[in-house]
């Protein structure tokens, strides 16, 4: 049973570049979270994805944009990337309709603006 | 959302319990606990959730007082891969797995030879 697995696992991007991380949610789950952990620091919430739409967002500007397909994989889109963007990306997925379902994180993609 | 305020570091020796403390005092009626684990470069791993009393699983236990202002994540017998940092959230219990879980700083645990 595979579990969440994120794509690709490095990056080094240009600052002002664009950006897109790949997400397969464990199988059964249907609800897709993205994290940015800072070095140092705890994951930060930046949206959540559920039946396609997105649920719920944290304190992330515009830049940052997702997508869910109908298959609940699920895509992270960063815009002008600025330096401070540099950081671990998480997904994690859950199941929407079940209470208390814990969050599966996968190992993250490692994304290095420059 | 119900803030946690955790130590930063802990340090044990191989074969302690450890015992790493939670204090959650605005947490709602609604709000369960959960535990994750992380290893460096690695994503957080779920250890053990619960909304009041004792819980216990292969990995861990959690107690949790009648009050609910704090738990006690308890890692019996410690090795040294046990060595990761420790957050502890909390979430309502009726949003599940569709609430934005709130991460700390976690506490950075260090088992010692």
């Known amino acids: 049973d595979a579990g969440v697995t994120q794509s690709p696992t490095h990056l080094i991007k240009t600052r002002g570049q664009q950006v897109t991380l790949r997400c397969s949610p464990k199988s059964g789950h249907d609800t897709v979270s993205w994290y940015q952990q800072a070095l140092g620091q705890g994951p930060q919430f930046i949206f959540q994805?559920?039946?396609?739409?997105?649920?719920q967002r944290g304190n992330f500007p515009d830049r940052f944009s997702g997508h869910q397909f109908p298959n609940y994989s699920s895509e992270l889109n960063v815009n002008a990337l600025l330096l401070g963007d540099s950081a671990l990306y998480l997904c994690?997925?859950?199941?929407?309709?079940?209470?208390?379902?814990?969050?599966?994180f996968g190992n993250g993609t490692r994304l290095t603006v420059t | 959302l119900a803030k946690t305020t955790q130590p930063i570091s802990m340090d044990s020796y191989e074969g302690q319990e450890v015992n790493i403390t939670c204090s959650h005092n605005?947490?709602?009626?609604?709000?369960?606990i959960t535990w994750y684990q992380q290893f460096p470069s690695q994503g957080p791993r779920f250890i053990i959730q619960g909304y009041k009393t004792k819980v216990t699983n292969e990995v861990a236990s959690l107690f949790i007082p009648a009050d609910r202002k704090s738990s006690t994540l308890s890692l019996p017998r410690v090795s040294l891969s046990d060595t990761a940092v420790y957050y502890c959230l909390v979430g309502d219990i009726y949003n599940s797995g569709n609430t934005p879980l709130v991460f700390g700083k976690g506490t950075r645990l260090s088992v010692i030879a």
């Open positions: 605005n947490i709602a009626t609604n709000d369960y």
């Open positions: 994805y559920y039946e396609e739409e997105e649920r």
């Open positions: 994690a997925s859950s199941l929407g309709r079940v209470y208390n379902s814990p969050l599966h």
